[in-house]
């Protein structure tokens, strides 16, 4: 038996029985396959082989019985956390795989070389997948004291509104992607500064994640606000200002590390 991740578009096939799903489980491809398709392999998964591949259209004869199309990042909250984690690397790799058909240095057919590399047929060139490395931060800003030590204005987090977001109330994190030769803290301070230029200072690691959408991973941080007021950048943010723990906005998924930066902050 092997366990199965097969992805129709951003989609993942999934067996549903009554209110559960699970990743199925078949000794052979559980739809047809193709000569041109890519049987992907994966590291186990409870003592399990698992291999991943994508169709290019829904099955001609319907999909199997009982399997149901879901949405990778919904797929976080109805599979095992190692389940979502395996489909998410099988993601990326699938990603790759139909990216990299061609040698980018002299145009040539790519061939296999390992589970997670290819040379090309020509020249010899060798890849990798490429993770695509971006930071998120999440800013605070101070509690205001009187000269009594009375909070006159409480402690706020800087929360804004990418318009690449998919929902239109929800109020995120400053994000972006890392370029070239920059370190993550010169990142940091580069995104903050574009989208909100605010100065900020005490930058400090906080967590990271795999991000396969379609090949990224997010950095997390945190920062203290220093000084500047919020302009924001138009073309990315249609919205952005302070929060204090009282009257926050609707805010991203449990399945992001924003909502667990902004869930530690709220809870410390
Ligand atoms: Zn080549």
């Known amino acids: 038996m092997q366990k199965w991740f097969i992805f129709l578009g951003n989609n993942l096939l999934l067996k549903k029985q009554g209110d559960s799903y699970s990743v199925p489980e078949a000794d052979n ?6 000569e041109w398709t890519t049987i992907q392999e994966l590291p186990s998964l409870d003592d399990m082989p698992c291999k991943a591949y994508a169709l290019t259209s829904p099955p001609r ?16 909250y109805l ?43 020509n020249c010899g060139k060798e890849i990798w997948p490429q993770v695509a490395p971006a930071i998120i931060v999440r800013i605070k800003k101070a509690a205001t004291l009187d000269a009594d030590g009375h909070v006159v204005e409480p402690e706020k987090i800087l929360l804004v509104h990418a318009r690449n977001f998919r929902h239109s109330e929800r109020m995120g994190l ?4 890392v370029e ?11 995104e903050v500064h574009e989208e909100v ?20 991973i997010m950095i997390g941080f945190t920062a203290d606000y220093v000084s500047g007021s919020i302009h924001l950048q138009e073309e990315e943010l249609s919205r952005g200002s302070w929060f204090s723990r009282d009257k926050m906005p609707d805010i991203p998924d449990k399945m992001s590390i924003a909502r667990q930066l902004i869930d530690d902050w709220l809870s410390s």
């Open 174 to 177: 400053v994000a972006g992607f």
């Open 180 to 190: 070239t030769g920059e370190t993550l803290e010169e990142c940091v301070i580069r």
């Open 197 to 216: 230029q605010l100065n900020i200072t005490n930058i400090r690691y906080f967590g990271s994640q795999a991000w396969p959408y379609p090949c990224g």
């Open 79 to 121: 599979l095992p956390h190692a389940h979502y984690l395996m489909a998410a690397k099988a993601s990326e790799l699938l990603y790759w795989d139909s990216n990299t058909h061609y040698c980018g240095v002299c145009g040539a057919p790519m061939k296999r070389q390992t589970v997670i590399s290819k040379k090309c047929t």
């Open 29 to 34: 491809s559980p739809t047809p396959t193709f």
């Open 61 to 76: 004869e319907g999909l199997p019985e009982s399997f149901v199309t879901v949405d990778l990042r919904q797929s976080y």
